[in-house]
């Protein structure tokens, strides 16, 4: 590794997504709602992710009058775009987050 270069191993087991959100999107406050939105977007996706990946999402400026709707449609198109089924491991993650709450509630 080059001098001044640093790197943070990615826990065995996890992905990480980060988000670009440039100023061509908006003001800071309409920046900030475009990444709380994909944010929540990612948070149901992100166990279909291979386990060690990196994800970067860029915000292009029509996201900034995107709903979460649009913006979890576009997301979902790119994951199937690289072969990933973003809807199979976030299913079976609310099963288990289900078996768990009524194992607590008995």
Same mark, same amino acid.
């Given at each position: 590794?080059? &001098?001044?270069?640093?790197?943070?191993?990615?826990?065995?087991?996890?992905? $990480?997504?980060?988000?670009?959100?440039?100023?061509?999107?908006?003001?800071?406050?309409?920046?900030?709602?475009?990444? $709380? $939105?994909?944010?929540?977007?990612?948070?149901?996706? @992100?166990?279909?992710?291979?386990?060690?990946?990196?994800?970067?999402?860029?915000? @292009?400026?029509?996201?900034? &009058?995107?709903?979460? &709707? +649009?913006?979890?449609?576009?997301?979902?198109?790119?994951? $199937?775009? @690289?072969?990933?089924?973003?809807?199979?491991?976030? #299913?079976?993650?609310?099963?288990? &987050?289900?078996? #768990? +709450? #009524?194992?607590?509630?008995?």
């Amino acid at each position: 590794m080059a &001098e001044g270069q640093r790197s943070t191993p990615t826990r065995a087991g996890s992905a $990480r997504v980060g988000f670009v959100v440039s100023k061509a999107v908006g003001d800071a406050v309409v920046r900030h709602r475009v990444s $709380r $939105r994909l944010r929540h977007v990612f948070r149901a996706r @992100l166990a279909a992710l291979p386990p060690g990946t990196d994800v970067v999402v860029r915000a @292009l400026p029509p996201a900034a &009058e995107s709903t979460s &709707e +649009q913006l979890a449609a576009d997301v979902d198109r790119a994951l $199937r775009r @690289l072969g990933i089924d973003p809807t199979a491991d976030a #299913q079976a993650g609310r099963r288990a &987050e289900n078996d #768990q +709450q #009524q194992a607590g509630g008995m």
